[in-house]
Each structure stands twice: as C-alpha cells, then as structure tokens.
C-alpha cells in the first residue's frame, strides 16, 4: 500500500522468535504493526482474519451525508494509511451507502484479497419479507447487497437482530449456507445479546454448522458493559471477537456539544431529536461536564478530546476493530492518529479516567437476554 499520506503515529514494538514485530499489549490479540504503515492489525476473535484496529464505517456518511467525491478521498485516505477494514450495512441510505462503497473499489481497483468489506442483514425493503432473519431474507438480501457493492462475495455477513423473528437454529443454517456457497467467509451477529450469542454457537457446534466469529457492538465512555464485561467471556469461551461502533457517541465525546447544540452537528439534524433530548436531559448534562474533564485531560497527553476517546476503546480485551464514522478526511486523519494514544494509556490513567466517568463495570452482572 501506499502510505505517503498516512499518519506517523509511533509505537513499542519487541522482536518475536519468529521475527515478527508484535507490540505489548493485547497478547491475546497477536497485535503487529503493518508492514507498509503505521496501522496495528489484530485477528477477529480468534478467527485467522487479520483486520486494521481501525475500521471505516459508512453509517450516515456514504450515499447521504458526503458526496461521492469526498467518499472516495475518505476511503482512498484509509486505505493508504492501512485501514483495510470496511463495513456497511444493505439499510445504509436505503442501499445507497453499499452502492456508493462498491463503486468506489471498482474505481480503485485494488486488490479484493487485500481488504475486507462487511455488511449487515436485516433492513432490506419495505416488504414483510425483504426484512428479519429468515432463511429467504438473509439469502435474498446478501445477494442484493452483493449486486450493489458489485462483489463476488463479502468477508463477513452480519445478522444484525433488533428483535428475534427467526428460530436460531434457521439463523445459524442460513449463515452457514452462504458461507458454503462462498457468498461471505465468515458470520457474524450485531446487537445481539451475549445469550443469544452463545445459543448460536450451542446450535453450530450440535449441527457441525458454522459458528459466528464476532459481535459488532456499540461502546463508548458511556456504554460499557456489554464490550467489557460479557465479551471477554465470550471470547475466552468460544472465541468470539468485538467489532465496535460509535466511539465518539454521535460526536458527543469530542467537545462539540460543551457549550450548545451547533447548527451544523448530528443533533440538529432532522431525525436526531432523541440526540438533542439526551443532551439536554440531566444525565445528559452529566455526561457533559465529566467530558470536559476528560478533554483536559486529553490535553496533558497532547491529544485531542475524540483520539482519547477512541484509544480508549481500542485499549479493551477482546476488541479487534473500532469502526470510525467520518464525514471528510481532516476528522479521518485526526481518528487515525489515536493509535498514538494507546501507548499513552498507562492503568494509572485508565483508573483515573474510571474514577471522572464512574461507571466502570463491575464483575458478576447479569446481561438480560434482549
């Protein structure tokens, strides 16, 4: 890859055996340094899929947000600097996100085996059929998401459940199906509960089916449980990863929303009206003073408010790649730049950090079933 426009962000490294350069840290992971940037890459879960610590995600961005042009100098920008993870979604923009992302890897023209597209299932028409997990929707839909990215195949399928409206057992075949048919190389669940998680894998390994190897999941400073608490099990147990979204929480933790709601932001946007309420609620003002806290401390590392918020999330057992959300390539250059972050990072810091946010997970809570 060409990396003449990544940025130079500095890590440890120590000189495995073998000769590989693996940094400290995340052991478990098998973390090392690109060879061509400064980008870290960690296995998904326990799979052997080597994915950027940093992803580029599409949400609210392509095929809405941004225009083709800036979407194509974002991506280029990632890709050059090593990010090789791309993840989308067939209700992104009602489509357009996927096909605004295949248009642009047609244009590139870089090699398929050098990057890793990823989708989700579940919002696919307006039709009773076209949404859910049946067996016919998950088929039907990775192939329509297949036409609009002009792919052969993705690297992972996600099952994204915002309710249960298939039987886990029709779930785990339908996946298990399109990976056969080499339609996706790996499975994976979004939002899914750590119960339902571990039902999937319970079903595979009793049909000698494929098992999901990664949960996408929301986690930010205010969002901590689940990632913290019943992912690392889950990973420890059956080898499941963390793909992460949202670490900046809609923008909340860079410092713009500290002294009101700007006209341009997400807040103010048509269709974020719960964002704004949330600001404005008490917990919301809460929220808000303990972020500037948290920017001056950010300051003492000479980092901005959204690269500590971002290291943060990439400190965390288990987690493989944090997905950004971008909307030009000055916030993509300043995110990519927290990898510098990490090494900053001392369990001091976290601990004091723990003690501005007070709500540090505690061990034994129970993760209802959702």
């Not at 992803?55 to 090789?84: H, K, P, R």
């Not at 992460?244 to 500290?258: Q, R």
């Not at 809460?286 to 950010?298: D, N, T």
Request: net charge positive; proline share 3%.
């Amino acid at each position: 890859m060409n990396n003449s426009s990544a940025p130079a962000c500095q890590s440890k490294v120590r000189t495995e055996p073998v000769n590989r350069l693996t940094l400290l840290g995340h052991a478990h992971m098998k973390e090392a340094l690109g060879r061509h940037s400064n980008m870290k890459y960690r296995n998904l879960g326990k799979s052997g899929l080597r994915v950027s610590c940093l992803g580029l995600g599409t949400w609210v961005t392509f095929g809405s947000q941004i225009s083709d042009e800036m979407a194509e100098s974002v991506m280029t920008l990632a890709y050059d600097s090593g990010v090789n993870l791309f993840d989308t979604a067939e209700v992104y923009a009602s489509g357009r996100a996927e096909t605004t992302l295949g248009n642009i890897l047609k244009k590139k023209g870089w090699r398929r085996s050098s990057y890793v597209v990823t989708t989700k299932i579940y919002w696919g028409g307006q039709a009773e059929t076209e949404r859910g997990l049946s067996r016919k929707h998950i088929i039907e839909g990775l192939r329509g998401s297949l036409s609009r990215l002009q792919l052969d195949y993705v690297d992972i399928v996600f099952a994204n459940r915002s309710d249960i409206n298939a039987p886990m057992e029709e779930v785990v075949r339908a996946m298990t199906f399109v990976i056969d048919q080499g339609l996706a190389m790996y499975w994976g669940t979004s939002r899914w509960s750590a119960v339902e998680i571990m039902e999937a894998y319970s079903v595979a390994r009793q049909f000698n089916l494929v098992p999901p190897v990664c949960e996408q999941a929301e986690y930010h400073y205010f969002q901590r449980d689940k990632v913290e608490l019943h992912l690392p099990e889950l990973y420890h147990k059956i080898g499941v990863g963390a793909m992460t979204w949202s670490p900046l929480a809609c923008g909340l933790l860079t410092g713009k929303y500290n002294e009101g709601v700007p006209e341009s932001s997400r807040a103010a946007m048509k269709g974020y009206a719960w964002l704004k309420e949330r600001l404005c609620s008490d917990e919301g003002k809460k929220q808000l003073s303990q972020i500037k806290e948290l920017h001056l401390l950010a300051d003492r590392l000479n980092c901005t408010a959204a690269q500590l918020a971002i290291a943060w999330c990439l400190r965390s057992e288990g987690v493989s790649s944090v997905l950004l959300g971008v909307s030009n390539t000055e916030q993509l250059l300043e995110n990519l730049c927290s990898i510098r972050v990490l090494c900053q990072l001392t369990p001091p810091l976290i601990a004091e950090m723990d003690t501005v946010l007070g709500n540090k997970p505690r061990h034994g809570k129970k993760e209802a079933r959702s």
